[in-house]
């Protein structure tokens, strides 16, 4: 087996914050005599990713992803555990290391807001010591893959959104990876520029074997991208495997959608109703009675279509969470 | 060979952090020019301040006369201008914004954008506050007695200078791990330097306890010093001790600065970058 690109193992990180009832009273006693309270941020996460593998990173918001992340690219010290990524510590942030890795933050801005993307590409080439061969290389490869021939003359400030998401994705993958974390990528873009984001990850992903660790609320860019996901929980290791595989563990239930030639008919025996128009009936039946169920409805009754379904991934992770 | 390509790559980073200052700077002109009026305006104040009292007590005060205060607040200027920096404001906006993990995920230690920075934006206005020294020393009639030694001397304390002052503050500056109110920091900096740094009046003015307190501060040797010294106020020996001093400071802030940094690092780590 091939070393690992990233590897943890009962990674931990504590943060102390001051903690104190709100009024005067408090806001005096606090003065003399803070109350720190611990939060568990990260609390014994042990995953490996392999090299080239695309894998989405899920949870609720304060999860503890974004800690991981910054853990792993280095911005913060764990408290506990290790951590190699691309057999480095991170958090001792070596030259050698800092130049294979990316962190793109969706609301972090490298680009130098008042000057064209491409001078703040010119600079990240000198920062990262890019021979200009490479550099020229890569920059029309990405110029390509995400479209931004239009874009690199604008001063950063007058591009949308989306527009300047593009330009922030390429000038940190300009030094080309081999490691790449991605945290909320697609975060308020609309569904074009999501869908394109979304492309793009796979070509880079495909094209230079860059392993991917992603995290996005957006439950199509996980479906679109990532075989494999990782879900966390108040800092802990929730679900560890395929996508498909998350679903089967998860959901005790499947949905079947019935199409009768008339819609007079009561199914509540059948199972939960959820929806019911125009004939068409959704219901919802325990995963290990869906075989009897269905025979029975097809047997009592005139149906036109009848499909079986996983409940919507996004209903899974709910139940995941809230579980 | 592999500290010839360090240095070969730095160079390449502050040109190219050059042109990305200049252009920057270009699109904010009207506050490039408010700044400007702001620094030639107070050593203007001063030096008219002085120039009267020095005419009211009979031509001369602790050693100067009126000309001898003009030339002293336009060369203050332009050495102000030199060894000028505004990091101590920036470091608390970049640790609270987050800014600073960007530069962190970088592979070049941050010093080296904002030294480059800071010297770029020098580069480009240092012309223009020339043209004003030209225009107040036509107004102003400064008077002072150069020699061909001091002029050259000048030239290593001007350097030493901005380096003492730059790693000083940045220093300071890196009080933003720690604490969130940094300008009750820099305003008790801003104090001193005005007082010790030969600011508010050349040195000579202040009693005997306040000069020796100069002399051991670092205060004196990133303003007021370099001025004396291509003024032709200082004996050749003062002017070696000056520069001893400042070579001592460096070496001192150098050590401090790395010291500071990585135990900054470790806060900012700790807490949640």
Redesign the interface.
């Known amino acids: 087996m091939p070393q690992p690109a990233v590897h943890l193992h009962e990674l931990c990180k504590t943060?102390?914050v001051p903690e104190r009832e709100p009024g005067m009273r408090a806001a005096m006693t606090s003065l003399f005599h803070r109350k720190m309270l611990e939060v568990k941020a990260v609390d014994d996460l042990t995953f490996d990713l392999a090299p080239g593998e695309i894998v989405g990173f899920l949870g609720p918001n304060g999860a503890g992803k974004t800690?991981t992340l910054?853990m792993l690219?280095?911005?913060?010290?764990p408290t506990g555990g290790e951590g190699r990524v691309l057999g480095s510590i991170p958090?001792k942030?070596e030259?050698?290391f800092?130049?294979q890795i990316?962190?793109v933050?969706g609301q972090?801005?490298?680009l130098?807001w008042?000057?064209p993307a491409a001078?703040?590409f010119?600079?990240n080439?000198?920062?990262?010591?890019l021979p200009d061969a490479d550099f020229r290389h890569t920059l029309k490869e990405l110029t390509e893959l995400l479209d931004l021939g239009p874009l690199l003359k604008k001063?950063v400030r007058n591009l949308s959104l989306g527009e300047r998401m593009k330009c922030e994705i390429a000038a940190a993958l300009l030094h080309r990876p081999q490691v790449v974390f991605l945290d909320e990528p697609t975060i308020g873009l609309d569904v074009t520029m999501q869908r394109r984001i979304r492309a793009f990850i796979a070509e880079y992903n495909h094209r230079y074997g860059a392993t991917v660790l992603l995290t996005s609320h957006y439950m199509a860019d996980v479906e679109a991208l990532c075989k494999r996901v990782i879900v966390i929980h108040h800092g802990r290791l929730l679900f560890d495997g395929d996508l498909s595989a998350l679903v089967q563990q998860f959901t005790a239930h499947k949905t079947i959608v019935v199409q009768l030639e008339d819609c007079l008919a009561d199914l509540h025996t059948y199972g939960e109703v959820i929806n019911c128009e125009d004939g068409r009936i959704t219901l919802r039946v325990p995963k290990a009675k869906t075989a009897s169920v269905t025979e029975r409805l097809l047997a009592d009754l005139p149906v036109i279509d009848l499909l079986v379904e996983d409940p919507p991934i996004e209903e899974v992770i709910d139940q995941v969470f809230t579980s | 060979m592999n500290l010839l390509l360090e240095f070969r790559?730095l160079r390449?980073?502050y040109s190219?952090?050059f042109?990305?200052t200049f252009?920057?700077m270009l699109?904010?002109r009207a506050s490039l020019f408010i700044w400007m009026i702001s620094s030639v305006l107070e050593p203007l104040i001063y030096l008219v301040v002085w120039s009267t009292v020095s005419t009211g007590s009979g031509g001369s005060v602790g050693g100067y006369t009126a000309a001898g205060f003009a030339a002293y607040y336009i060369v203050f200027m332009l050495v102000n201008q030199v060894t000028y920096t505004w990091i101590m404001w920036e470091y608390e906006y970049r640790v609270r914004q987050?800014?600073l993990?960007?530069a962190?995920?970088?592979?070049?230690h941050p010093i080296h954008s904002d030294i480059s920075d800071n010297l770029s934006s020098k580069l480009i206005t240092l012309p223009i506050l020339l043209g004003i020294a030209a225009l107040l020393a036509l107004i102003f009639k400064p008077a002072a007695s150069p020699t061909w030694w001091s002029v050259l001397a000048f030239i290593p304390a001007l350097l030493l200078a901005f380096l003492v002052r730059f790693l000083l503050e940045w220093t300071l500056a890196l009080a933003a791990f720690w604490t969130t109110r940094v300008s009750a920091i820099n305003q008790v900096y801003f104090v001193l330097m005005l007082f010790l740094a030969g600011q508010i009046a050349p040195l000579t003015l202040f009693p005997h306890w306040i000069q020796i307190l100069a002399d051991i501060l670092p205060f004196r040797w990133m303003l007021g010093f370099p001025v004396e010294l291509v003024l032709g106020r200082l004996t050749p020996a003062q002017a070696w001790q000056g520069l001893g001093a400042q070579v001592i400071w460096v070496i001192l802030s150098l050590i401090v600065i790395r010291f500071v940094w990585r135990a900054g690092v470790?806060v900012y780590?700790?807490?949640?970058?």
């Open positions: 943060y102390r800690t910054k690219s280095g911005l913060l010290h958090w942030r030259r050698t800092l130049r990316t962190l933050m972090r801005n490298q130098v008042d000057i001078d703040s010119e600079l080439r000198v920062i990262y010591r001063p | 790559a390449r980073l190219q952090q042109k990305t252009a920057t699109q904010y987050g800014l993990s960007v962190l995920l970088k592979p070049v470790r780590s700790a807490v949640g970058a």
